[in-house]
């Protein structure tokens, strides 16, 4: 917060001719008279962004590049699943088409599987706007809640073996146990977008590069965010063409 409060005093000391990302838009729209923003709900929004886009996204793909490493099998199908996508295209010429986005099914198999295993929020917030009866107990109105998706995804009667690895569980499809990106009115606005991100890094990753971890790292812990304190270190080489 200290670093976005030096950077908004900073931009508006020197506004820049052209805007150039996301932060001016939210300077400009505070410098509009009839704005309903403040200097505290800007900063606040610029934290929760950077949270929610770039930690989660760069996170969840750190993660299934460290359970591939780990499940050669999974490696295997997967780059199967994206070089057989490069093979049927009609036009070599084209990029990615949103049609071949949507036959990626190991694919978004992986993500799910990662993102369960991830659990990259660890709580979300709820309110209790009236009494709850739950089971034996009550949750009095006002009372804060916190729900706990890792309790959830970790849970042996809702995924077998919960602990490992296993893309091949989702081959019937969704589950309703599965909450990654929250649930309800609050639903991460961001899914979509982020397995977008996800299968077209993963695409890249297993047709046009050769990788290998280096160095160790790769150890996660929970604070109770997901970190990689070491890192997590890869050499990655263009792969030849065969
Ligand atoms: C692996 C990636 C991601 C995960 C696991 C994730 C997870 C979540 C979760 C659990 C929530 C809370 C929902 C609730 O309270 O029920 C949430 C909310 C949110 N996410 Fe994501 N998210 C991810 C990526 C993104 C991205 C890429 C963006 C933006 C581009 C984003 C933007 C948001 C926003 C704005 C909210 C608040 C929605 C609201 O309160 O109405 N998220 N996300």
């Given at each position: 917060m200290a670093m976005l409060k030096n950077m908004l005093?900073?931009?508006?000391?020197?506004?820049?001719?052209?805007?150039?990302?996301?932060?001016?838009y939210v300077l400009e729209e505070?410098?509009?008279?009839?704005?309903?923003?403040?200097?505290?709900?800007?900063?606040?929004?610029?934290?929760?962004?950077l949270f929610a886009s770039f930690e989660t996204t760069s996170l969840a793909i750190t993660v299934a590049v460290k359970l591939l490493r780990d499940n050669p099998r999974a490696l295997q199908e997967l780059t199967e699943e994206h070089e057989n996508i490069l093979r049927n295209r009609e036009n070599k010429e084209s990029g990615l088409t949103w049609k071949e986005y949507k036959s990626m099914t190991f694919t978004f198999q992986i993500i799910n599987e990662?993102?369960?295993?991830?659990?990259?929020?660890?709580?979300?917030?709820?309110?209790?706007?009236?009494?709850?009866?739950?089971k034996d107990y009550t949750i009095p109105a006002g009372w804060a809640v916190m729900v706990c998706p890792p309790?959830?995804?970790?849970?042996p009667d809702n995924y077998k073996d919960p602990l490992e690895?296993?893309?091949?569980?989702?081959?019937?499809?969704?589950?309703?146990?599965?909450?990654?990106?929250?649930?309800?009115?609050?639903?991460?606005v961001g899914t979509d977008f982020t397995k977008v991100q996800m299968a077209v890094f993963l695409h890249c990753l297993v047709t046009k590069y050769?990788?290998?971890?280096?160095?160790?790292?790769?150890?996660?812990?929970?604070?109770?965010?997901?970190q990689f304190p070491n890192g997590f270190h890869v050499e990655i080489s263009e792969r030849q063409t065969e």
């Open positions: 005093k900073d931009r508006r000391a020197n506004p820049r001719k052209v805007k150039s990302d996301f932060f001016d505070l410098d509009r008279g009839d704005s309903i923003l403040t200097e505290a709900i800007a900063l606040d929004l610029m934290f929760v962004l990662t993102v369960r295993l991830a659990n990259i929020v660890p709580g979300v917030f709820r309110k209790a706007l009236r009494d709850i009866k739950f309790a959830i995804h970790l849970n690895f296993n893309p091949w569980r989702w081959e019937k499809g969704a589950s309703k146990n599965f909450m990654g990106f929250g649930g309800g009115m609050r639903f991460c050769r990788w290998r971890t280096v160095r160790g790292g790769g150890e996660i812990v929970r604070t109770p965010g997901l």
